[in-house]
């Protein structure tokens, strides 16, 4: 996704790509495909693609500006590589929160102070209170890590970064093994367990963990894991899947 430009730059002369206007390269067909590319990768937001564009381009310009300025001597066949580099290193450590802020609800508004009695708030009356609430509960977790379980206050912190694990991973799975997941990993319960609790007969809870167990792998073989660290946990899989 980079070679129409990187033949176009490596065709200029010094001076024309010292006195390159950044919004050539960075309005590119080829350029405005790999921003959106590079943000659709990292987070999944429900934008347009125009908007998303929207967000990156004033900072993409100031980048491309100053990578051209810094960078007029470069070999001519590195002045796309260089450029590049520069605009997705600026929507990696950048770009990428310019995204979020422009999701709704990413900001808060309070338009004023609420001191009438008897008058039903409105919503943005209360919103300030609202977010005040959640930042002191976000900043305990800090000090004493709380983490609730269908109701129940989670103490230990090893059980809460499982749940949360599990949390995580739950759009993934059916509702049946998203049951089996926290049987299993929270309750450390036996398959024979499960089944008098679940209603299911013991086959059909080996059924639901053997696709759970293989769904795991393939999870983890997605988000980058090491395929020989992910076969060697095959053989230890399969007897939690048996038990």
Known sequence: ???????????????????????????????????????????PVRLRDNEILSALYTGLYDTTKSAIRNHGEQAAADRGRCLIGYALSYI?????????????????????????VGVTPRAHALEHEYMLATTNYTDGLTALPQFLSDGIVLSDEGLQARHQHIETLRRFLSPREHQVLRLAVLEQ???????????????????????????????????????KYVSSLRPRMATAAAE
Request: glycine fraction near 8%; aromatic fraction near 8%; proline fraction near 3%.
């Open 92 to 116: 990696r450590l950048y770009g990428l929160a310019a995204i979020l802020d422009e999701l709704p609800g990413s900001k808060n508004c309070s338009f004023f102070e609420l001191d009438t």
């Open 1 to 43: 996704m980079r070679l129409i430009r990187s033949n176009w730059l490596a065709g200029l002369t010094c001076q024309q790509f010292l006195g390159l206007d950044p919004w050539e390269f960075v309005c590119h067909e080829e350029s405005r495909g790999q921003w959106i590319a590079e943000v659709r990768k990292a987070i």
């Open 189 to 227: 319960h036996q398959s024979v367990d499960m089944s008098d609790m679940l209603g299911l007969s013991r086959k059909q809870v080996w059924k639901v963990r053997r696709g759970l167990l293989k769904k795991l792998e393939e999870i983890a073989l997605d988000q980058g894991a090491c395929p």
